[in-house]
């Protein structure tokens, strides 16, 4: 038995149409049956259709969650979604800090703070991502980076472990690339947070989920799945088909 629920989440970024989404969301319920029931299945569709994904997905083995939050609660923030606005629509999870947010859109770690712990605050689960790009990784900075990315977010222990929360380490060079870190190359880093995490507090390390996300699709996820420190995977483009996303979670089916 894994210490650690598995996690299969697919972030569809700003992908699909209204009509795609629903057909992609009732495939994904078909697939339902093929998938070990310990594992926690989620997407991550656009704003707009995430009262399509509360319908369809609504008590079947899918959770549902938004690509982004707001840091503030309500007010003059055009354009923005609030916590609770992603309550209303039973949001389980949200993501925070994906480094396409942080690289193109100017989001800094303070900013990815008070996001995270809104998240927090309002009980839906923040997935975390944090991740090195090319020249860092290069430099052997990678270890740097990801802990100051973490140092900024996480602060109490006791706060997080009275909540849900995961982590996803995406290597800015590994999304959309094709060029996935290898299972050793990311469990290392992995084993470098959990070790920051156990520096915090021990139980902290144990529980909190680890997730690796940059070109996963259903060939290369077993070998990372099974990876000691990799409780999971976050993927973007393979989870837009959803026989292939589906495959990715039966992966989970043969892990012991
Ligand atoms: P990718 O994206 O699987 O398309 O590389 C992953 C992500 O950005 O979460």
Redesign the pocket.
């Known amino acids: 038995m894994r210490l650690r629920r598995p996690f299969v989440a697919g ?1 569809w ?1 700003m992908n699909g149409s209204r009509t795609g989404s629903l057909q992609l969301l009732q495939s994904l319920v078909a697939g339902c049956d093929q998938i070990n029931p310990n594992v926690d299945l989620a997407v991550f569709p656009p704003f707009v259709y995430l009262e399509l994904a509360e319908k369809i997905l609504n008590e079947t083995c899918w959770a549902w969650g938004a690509q982004d939050i707001s840091a503030e609660p309500n007010g003059a923030f055009t354009g923005e979604i609030s916590a609770a606005m992603l309550n209303d629509f039973h949001c389980r999870y949200v993501i925070v800090g ?3 947010r942080r690289r193109l859109f100017g989001e800094d770690d303070q900013l990815i703070a008070k996001k995270f712990s809104t998240a927090l605050q309002e009980q839906l689960c923040p997935i975390l ?1 944090i991740g090195e790009t090319e020249e860092q990784q290069a430099n052997g900075q990678t270890v740097a980076v990801i802990e100051k990315q973490l140092a900024v977010a996480l602060k109490s222990a006791k706060e997080l472990l009275e909540n849900e929360f995961v982590i ?1 380490y ?1 290597p800015v060079w ?4 094709g060029k996935n870190a290898s299972p050793e190359q990311a469990q290392e880093v992995h084993a470098n947070i959990r070790e920051f995490l156990n520096a915090m507090n021990p139980d902290l390390a144990l529980r909190t989920r680890i997730l690796y ?4 699709n259903a060939k290369n996820a077993l070998p990372l799945l099974k990876m000691s420190d990799i409780d999971g995977v ?5 989870s837009l088909d959803a026989n292939q996303f589906i495959e990715i979670g039966k992966q989970c089916n043969y892990l012991s």
């Open positions: 972030n970024k994906h480094s396409e991502c996803a995406e590994a999304i959309g690339t996300g940059g070109s996963v976050l993927v973007g483009n393979a």
